[in-house]
Nanobody, 115 residues
């Protein structure tokens, strides 16, 4: 079965950095488009970044220039390097894959940016 497990969240001060990881299993990771989303308290889940099988990436305007998505096909992991974090980046971050036309999500990892 498809499994996505996020890790790496935590508490960080404004201007700091965190690296999130998502371990994927149960599907053909190498050929799949992988995405990160986030959901801030009381808000809808928003798209953050995408990486396709060729390594091409896309970012939401709010994180462009600060976040970097990457993948390791040998380890079936997708990562999100987050730099220059701001209070408004506080959210639960989710890994996403569409497999066989169905959306799959991890349980998320909480990122809190606060002094």
């Amino acid at each position: 079965q498809v499994q996505l497990v996020e890790s790496g969240g935590g508490l960080v001060q404004p201007g700091g950095s965190l690296r999130l990881s998502c371990a994927a299993s149960g599907f053909s990771f190498r050929t799949s488009v992988m995405r990160w989303y986030r959901q801030a308290p009381g808000k809808e889940r928003d798209w953050v970044a995408t990486i396709n099988r060729y390594g091409s990436t896309g970012y939401a305007d709010s994180v462009k220039g600060r976040f970097t998505i990457s993948r390791d096909n040998a380890k079936n992991t997708v990562s999100l390097q987050m730099n220059n974090l701001k209070a408004e980046d506080t959210a639960v971050y989710y890994c996403n894959a569409i497999v066989g036309g169905m959306d799959y999500w991890g349980k998320g990892t909480l990122v809190t940016v606060s002094s």
